[in-house]
């Protein structure tokens, strides 16, 4: 950690390219892209497939009978949109294409609130629990999807993310033609992005402060880390107000027994920055289950939301160069 006030260096970020969808958003979802794999023709003692649809049996076993009554009813494609068959050959590295029938999904009780929409731009106030974009066991559960299939709206995309368990305000894009700019906004960090939260105080504690480090995340690990090295990550801190802690909320207020209001700006935008700085401060954010240590809450479990929200987004519009600012007034529910 690094209390000096300067900025982490500028890395351009890199252009992801988003792959071509011969079919279109059905019921809120896209089609599920499948590559296959390299190896499939039994040399060095790999399986040996025929067809696309003895590999799609053998990578999706619990889904066979569907997957079969999928494909003869023409419901999976190349990545030209033509039908597959039963007797279409195997093809390394071939895309194909079909609908994935979405998990049984418990509701998350809470609603996502409408913020802003036009023509190019919807901004809307994501509730706690709601993941932004499908992902993992959370699918037609997602904010996305959601707001594709309630406002009719299939070409919907998001122009940042949040975290499942962050409320707050959420940008995404109406029309694909206007996908790129808002995007690449978001990615070059032309953003002011500002979160309020609720933590412990530490009255020893200098605040505000720069906090900087290095964050490392891996792929299919839950929680990132600070590491030594570089520092990747910025986020200023401040605290904004203090009040004694409710009796529910004590053990999150830590020796003090007080509960703080900070506003928290992210000048970078690692994977749970704002969660590890604080934690890094000794002030985790109350009821947040991934820092200092990991427990497990269950998926319909809404008791105790993260004290974390995206208070306001602001930045000069890409397209009509006017600047725009949007802002949700939603409390945080150990400060009220």
């Known amino acids: 950690m690094d209390a000096v006030p300067t900025s982490a260096p500028h890395v351009p970020p890199r252009r992801r390219r988003i792959p071509f969808q011969p079919l279109p958003v059905r019921d809120g979802l896209n089609a599920t892209r499948v590559v296959l794999p390299e190896n499939g023709d039994g040399s060095e003692g790999s399986p040996r497939w ?9 990578r999706f076993p619990d889904d066979e009978a569907r997957l079969r009554e999928k494909v003869a009813a023409g ?39 409408i913020l802003h929409q036009d023509d190019d731009l919807l901004v809307v106030d994501k509730p706690h629990f709601l993941a932004s974009i499908p992902r993992g066991a959370f699918i037609a559960e997602s904010a996305l999807v959601r707001l594709r299939r309630d406002l009719d709206l299939p070409e919907l995309s998001p122009a940042h993310r949040l975290d499942r368990v962050t409320a707050g305000v959420l940008v995404l894009t109406v029309r694909p033609e206007v996908r790129g700019p808002y995007q690449t906004l978001f990615a070059e960090r032309r953003v002011t992005k500002v979160y309020e939260a609720v933590a412990g105080v530490d009255p020893g504690l200098g605040l505000p402060r720069v906090v900087r480090s290095r964050i490392h995340k891996e792929r299919g690990v839950m929680r990132a880390f600070e590491v030594p090295g570089e520092p990747n990550s910025e986020s200023l801190v401040e605290l904004v107000a203090t009040r004694e802690a409710a009796p529910g909320a004590r053990d999150g207020a830590g020796p ?12 970078t935008g690692k994977t749970h920055q ?11 954010i109350l009821h947040d289950n991934f ?21 306001s987004i602001e930045f000069v519009d890409p397209l009509s160069g006017r600047p725009r600012r949007f802002e949700t007034t ?5 400060w009220t």
């Open 274 to 284: 704002l969660r590890l700085h604080m934690n890094s401060l000794g002030l985790p």
């Open 75 to 113: 419901e999976v494609v190349d990545h030209l949109g033509r039908p597959v068959d039963a007797g279409t050959p195997f093809v390394r590295h071939a895309r194909v294409f079909l609908y994935r029938d979405p998990p049984v999904e418990t509701r998350v009780p809470f609603e996502i609130e």
């Open 330 to 334: 939603r409390p945080l529910q150990e």
């Open 50 to 58: 025929e067809t696309v649809l003895d590999h799609l049996v053998h």
């Open 256 to 267: 003090s027994g007080q509960l703080g209001l900070y506003r928290l700006t992210p000048h």
């Open 291 to 311: 820092y200092p240590t990991f427990y497990d809450v269950r998926p319909d479990d809404f008791s105790r939301p993260l004290q974390l929200v995206s208070r």
